[in-house]
């Protein structure tokens, strides 16, 4: 399974918590998806079924990374909701609330969330969008559904997956209960 994370946002650029909600691909990353594109074309994955979260940054991604291909759009890809922190930067959630548990080596924090996702729901929909996909697939989604779909895929716990990357611009081989990232 080849696994992508759409291409860099205004909001990535301006620490801002996405979510649900959605912020335009930047210049940079538009490029970053047409680089996976070629990435995708140099691995051989060129055919296979492609599953897009619904949101138009990861659609963008598969416009630009993908330009032939109408990809199977699947809401259980979507990034994790987080609620009341939609839009927020760490800075401003943490002058809110300074409990927030706000750490920028970890993940896990945005499960806290008021109004947004608890982590047991998002890891359920990435394990029935995984009982149901094939395993010879390209899918795009994001930073955090990534890393907590890679971990499913690598039998990691969910604290073990906080350690995978979520960089832009590269892709994710999953094969046998191994990673492999595939670079430009």
């Known amino acids: 399974m080849f696994i992508l994370r759409h291409g860099e946002t205004q909001w990535n650029v301006e620490g801002r918590m996405q979510g649900s909600l959605d912020s335009p ?15 995708l074309r140099r691995a051989g994955a060129a055919g296979l079924p492609v599953y897009s979260s619904p949101q138009g ?40 609330d300074p409990d927030a548990g706000a750490h920028p080596a970890s993940f896990l924090w945005k499960f806290n969330a008021p109004g947004g996702e608890r982590l047991e729901v998002v890891l359920a929909r990435i394990a029935g969008f995984l ?29 073990e997956t906080e350690r995978l990357t979520d960089r832009q611009g590269i892709v994710h081989c999953c094969r046998d209960g191994r990673e492999q990232l595939l670079e430009a």
Not at 25 to 39: P, V
Not at 67 to 77: E, F, G, T
């Open 57 to 96: 940054r990861a659609l963008e991604t598969v416009r630009l990374a993908l330009p032939a291909c109408m990809p199977v759009i699947d809401s259980r890809l979507a990034e994790v909701a987080l609620g009341g922190w939609q839009g927020l930067s760490v800075a401003e959630i943490l002058r809110a």
């Open 131 to 159: 009982a149901e996909a094939p395993v010879d697939a390209i899918v795009v989604t994001h930073g955090v559904t990534s890393q907590l779909m890679r971990g499913l895929l690598l039998g990691l716990a969910p604290d």
């Open 25 to 39: 691909l930047t210049a940079r990353g538009r490029s970053q998806a047409e680089r996976q594109g070629e990435i």
